[in-house]
Structures are given as structure tokens and as C-alpha cells.
């Protein structure tokens, strides 16, 4: 199949003819939300309070992409690393109490906020059904007064960049059957991408029926794969700029989202700033002397806010000097940025979800994909500031840890 990079591109662009140039940053971390950006239109809806139903106030989001959320009253669920296993998805996401169990995908957490950590890519072979899954379910929580915000994870900026070393082969065959299906709808990105989740399991079902598909390993196609991962993803083509809508650091109420974990230095290069670096790389858009072609802040080397692991680390291994620097850190962080505490993917915890450092740091990656160590789904609820994990929906909530975090 011919692709037209001008096709691709103008997808993009048209997909976010919406978008603002970047923000000029607050003067100080302190300053009222509405100072600091004009709303996302894609929820220019909530902040004007138009909702199909709900009692609470309306939520109010700043920054493109989303940087800064005000949330009242909301249930606020946090997922974490997911890497292409839509079943293992589907789980959490039933076990948060957001997902029907009936296999129709239907939001059912009615103003609940849900935050997906990031690293959704690799690792497993259904990424865009999970990507599109989040899609159609944070335009069906839009509906009730609820959201759905997703993290780029340093998995997702990876493959933007063209590294494909993670790539499951099955994803690349996703990847020209997702292709082909964007072509038969034409380029109509909003349509088809919140559709492909309906559609994607019968299109594997029909490709691995086919007789060529358990044969010899066949080099044409996995060529093909990786052309069509090339166009979906590279910065600019259509895939990239979903990512693009995504930020990398999210602030909801008084807590922080992040993939691998923020730092005194990124908060005094600026949140918004780095959201909007990596979104206009994404989008194809950066460059030249206003902004580096790869957000290195957030995106290139270990304390990179995708790539951070200091609050992740296993404390056993930390001698005590070592754990009091990396509190007065956190602290530190927290202190700049104006929040409770910090919710981290990235590093699988064989523990399941817990928090360190006086519940400042919850790490929520578990390594749920078979991709990865195959592990029970677990989930982080943050409600009435009081966060507790939720392992089994069975048990609704199976307090293996639970921490308040009073009114200041």
C-alpha cells in the first residue's frame, strides 16, 4: 500500500488544528490554575459545565496538553504500565470500577478521573486497541463528567524516535492491519481510531486464519510491519500525534503523575514547558533554534522525567544516608511543584503497588503484562485524600496499603 507522507501530515496537522502555540510559563508555581494557559478545546465542554449528568463541579483543565487539572470532588483511579496486553488491560480496568465486565468496553465510572501511567507500547501485540480502548472511553466519561488522561512513558517516546527494539512481532502486524484500516476510512483519524478497538480482535482472528500466516517466517511482511510502524509513528505521522495529545507530567488537584519521576530541575524548567517541547516534537513541529528536535529534559537520559527511576528503587539496597537524600528530594519536588504526593509507573514492583518515603511516592507499575512478569492487575485509588490499593475486585478494596493525606 502507497502512503502519502502529505496525507500523513496533513492528518496531523488537521487532527490538531486546534492546538495553541506554547504557553508563556507562570511567574510563579503558585499562581492560580486560569492564569496559566487556555483550556484544552477538547474540553472546552467540561469548563463550561456542559455534562450530560453528574453533581459535582465541573472539571477545569489547563494547558496543551493537559498540565494541570482541578478535579473537585473526584475519584481518581491511577493505572499503570500496560505494554500491549489488552487483557491484562481490560482487567485493571474492570477492577477500577471503570470498565464493563460485559465485554461491550463501556465506561462505567461514571465522574471518576482515570490516569493511565504510560507504556502502552511494546511488549505486547494489541497497543493501538489499548490506545484506542482509553480513547473511546474518555469520550464516554466525558459524557458523565468523568476523564480519561494518559502519560507518555519513555516507551512511547522510544518508538518516536524510531527505536523498535521492544516491538513485539505481533505488534507489527497490528500495526499494518491498523494501517489498512485507516486507509479504508480514509484518514478520518477521529472516526476510526476510537473504532479500531471494535474491530481489532476480528482482524487479527482473520489474519491468523490465513494460510501464509503460520508459515515460514516471512521477511516481505515483517518488512511491511515495520514501514507501517515507521509511518503510524514517526513524528508527524498519525500515531504520533494521538501521543501528542498526551502529556508527560499531569498535575490533578494536589498530586502528581509522571512516568518515571520529576525532579527539582524539571520543575524549575517547567512542567508546561516540557509538555509542550514533547507534544510539538511529536506533532513533527519542533526544531531549529526555539526548540531542541528532542525534548532532552524529558525524553534523553537517566534522570529524564520518562526515565527516572530514584523513587523506584528497591530500599533494601539503599544504605540510610542515601534514603534520607532521596526524601529531602521528593521533598523538595513536591514542595516546588505544590503537591501531596507523586504517582510513578515505570519500574514493575514484585510487591504490587506501594507507597515510600512517608506515602510521598506511589509506584504503581506491577509488570501486569505477559510481556512482562505476567502479574495480578493492581490499581491505586485516590479518593476523599485517602489513597489505598486496590488488588481484587472481588474484595472491592483489599487495603494492602492505605495512607491520608489531610487537609493542609
Same mark, same amino acid.
Given at each position: 500500500?502507497q502512503?502519502n507522507?502529505?496525507?500523513?501530515?496533513y492528518?496531523?496537522?488537521? &487532527?490538531?488544528?486546534s *492546538?495553541?502555540? #506554547?504557553?508563556?510559563? +507562570?511567574r510563579?508555581?503558585?499562581e492560580?490554575y486560569? *492564569?496559566?494557559?487556555?483550556? &484544552?478545546?477538547?474540553?472546552?465542554?467540561?469548563?463550561?459545565?456542559?455534562?450530560?449528568?453528574?453533581?459535582?463541579?465541573?472539571?477545569?483543565?489547563?494547558?496543551?496538553? +493537559?498540565?494541570?487539572v482541578?478535579?473537585?470532588?473526584?475519584?481518581?483511579?491511577?493505572?499503570? =504500565?500496560?505494554h500491549?496486553?489488552? @487483557?491484562?488491560?481490560?482487567?485493571?480496568?474492570?477492577?477500577?470500577g471503570v470498565?464493563s465486565?460485559?465485554?461491550?468496553?463501556?465506561w462505567i465510572?461514571g465522574?471518576? !478521573?482515570?490516569?493511565?501511567?504510560?507504556d502502552?507500547?511494546?511488549?505486547?501485540e494489541d497497543?493501538?486497541?489499548i490506545?484506542s480502548?482509553?480513547?473511546?472511553? $474518555?469520550?464516554?466519561?466525558?459524557?458523565q463528567?468523568?476523564? !480519561?488522561?494518559? %502519560?507518555?512513558?519513555?516507551?512511547?517516546?522510544?518508538?518516536?524516535?524510531?527505536d523498535?527494539?521492544?516491538? $513485539?512481532?505481533?505488534?507489527?502486524?497490528?500495526?499494518?492491519?491498523?494501517?489498512s484500516?485507516?486507509?479504508?476510512?480514509k484518514? =478520518?483519524?477521529?472516526?476510526a481510531f476510537?473504532?479500531w478497538?471494535r474491530?481489532?480482535?476480528?482482524?487479527?482472528? =482473520?489474519?491468523?486464519?490465513? #494460510?501464509?500466516?503460520?508459515?515460514?517466517?516471512?521477511?516481505?511482511?515483517?518488512?511491511k510491519g515495520?514501514?507501517?510502524?515507521?509511518?503510524?509513528?514517526? #513524528?508527524g505521522?498519525p500515531?504520533?500525534?494521538?501521543?501528542?495529545?498526551h *502529556? !508527560? %507530567?499531569l498535575?490533578?488537584?494536589d498530586?502528581?503523575?509522571?512516568?518515571?519521576g520529576?525532579?527539582?530541575?524539571?520543575v524549575?524548567?517547567?512542567?508546561?514547558?516540557?509538555n *509542550?517541547?514533547?507534544?510539538?516534537?511529536?506533532?513533527?513541529?519542533?526544531?531549529?533554534d526555539?526548540?531542541p528536535? %528532542?525534548?532532552?529534559?524529558?525524553?534523553?537520559?537517566?534522570?529524564s522525567?520518562v526515565?527516572?527511576r530514584?523513587?523506584?528503587r528497591?530500599?533494601?539496597?539503599?544504605e $540510610?544516608h542515601?534514603?534520607?537524600q532521596?526524601?529531602? /528530594?521528593?521533598?523538595?519536588?513536591?514542595?516546588?511543584?505544590?503537591?501531596?504526593?507523586?504517582?510513578?509507573?515505570?519500574?514493575p514492583?514484585?510487591a504490587g503497588?506501594?507507597?515510600?518515603?512517608?506515602?510521598? /511516592?506511589?509506584?504503581v507499575d506491577?509488570?501486569?503484562?505477559?510481556?512482562v512478569l505476567h502479574?495480578?492487575?493492581?490499581v491505586l485509588?485516590?479518593k $476523599?485524600?485517602?489513597?489505598?490499593? %486496590?488488588?481484587?475486585?472481588?474484595?472491592?478494596?483489599?487495603?494492602?496499603?492505605?495512607? =491520608?493525606? #489531610?487537609? @493542609?
Amino acid at each position: 500500500m502507497q502512503v502519502n507522507q502529505m496525507a500523513s501530515l496533513y492528518l496531523c496537522l488537521n &487532527s490538531w488544528s486546534s *492546538s495553541s502555540s #506554547p504557553s508563556q510559563l +507562570p511567574r510563579r508555581l503558585g499562581e492560580t490554575y486560569s *492564569s496559566l494557559s487556555t483550556y &484544552s478545546s477538547s474540553y472546552a465542554a467540561f469548563s463550561n459545565g456542559r455534562r450530560t449528568r453528574g453533581s459535582l463541579k465541573p472539571l477545569v483543565i489547563s494547558g496543551d496538553p +493537559p498540565t494541570f487539572v482541578s478535579a473537585p470532588g473526584r475519584r481518581i483511579v491511577a493505572v499503570g =504500565d500496560l505494554h500491549g496486553d489488552l @487483557e491484562q488491560a481490560r482487567r485493571a480496568l474492570e477492577m477500577a470500577g471503570v470498565l464493563s465486565s460485559d465485554g461491550e468496553d463501556l465506561w462505567i465510572g461514571g465522574e471518576t !478521573v482515570l490516569i493511565q501511567l504510560g507504556d502502552i507500547l511494546d511488549r505486547g501485540e494489541d497497543e493501538i486497541a489499548i490506545l484506542s480502548l482509553l480513547r473511546s472511553l $474518555d469520550i464516554q466519561a466525558k459524557a458523565q463528567g468523568g476523564a !480519561v488522561f494518559q %502519560i507518555n512513558g519513555n516507551h512511547e517516546t522510544m518508538n518516536v524516535e524510531g527505536d523498535f527494539r521492544y516491538v $513485539d512481532s505481533g505488534a507489527y502486524d497490528e500495526c499494518t492491519d491498523f494501517l489498512s484500516y485507516l486507509d479504508d476510512f480514509k484518514y =478520518d483519524w477521529e472516526n476510526a481510531f476510537a473504532g479500531w478497538i471494535r474491530v481489532s480482535k476480528t482482524r487479527k482472528e =482473520d489474519r491468523k486464519l490465513s #494460510p501464509n500466516y503460520w508459515g515460514a517466517w516471512n521477511l516481505v511482511k515483517r518488512q511491511k510491519g515495520v514501514i507501517a510502524r515507521s509511518i503510524l509513528l514517526r #513524528p508527524g505521522g498519525p500515531l504520533a500525534c494521538e501521543l501528542a495529545r498526551h *502529556s !508527560v %507530567i499531569l498535575k490533578v488537584n494536589d498530586w502528581i503523575f509522571c512516568h518515571g519521576g520529576l525532579l527539582p530541575l524539571h520543575v524549575a524548567y517547567g512542567i508546561e514547558r516540557m509538555n *509542550s517541547e514533547v507534544s510539538h516534537w511529536m506533532k513533527g513541529l519542533s526544531g531549529g533554534d526555539t526548540s531542541p528536535d %528532542i525534548p532532552f529534559m524529558a525524553t534523553k537520559g537517566y534522570d529524564s522525567v520518562v526515565w527516572n527511576r530514584l523513587y523506584s528503587r528497591d530500599m533494601s539496597n539503599l544504605e $540510610d544516608h542515601q534514603s534520607k537524600q532521596i526524601l529531602s /528530594i521528593l521533598e523538595e519536588t513536591l514542595q516546588a511543584v505544590g503537591a501531596k504526593a507523586m504517582v510513578v509507573g515505570h519500574t514493575p514492583q514484585t510487591a504490587g503497588v506501594n507507597c515510600k518515603y512517608n506515602c510521598s /511516592i506511589w509506584r504503581v507499575d506491577v509488570g501486569m503484562s505477559s510481556g512482562v512478569l505476567h502479574s495480578r492487575p493492581e490499581v491505586l485509588e485516590i479518593k $476523599d485524600d485517602k489513597a489505598r490499593v %486496590i488488588r481484587s475486585r472481588r474484595a472491592t478494596f483489599y487495603e494492602l496499603q492505605v495512607a =491520608d493525606y #489531610p487537609e @493542609e
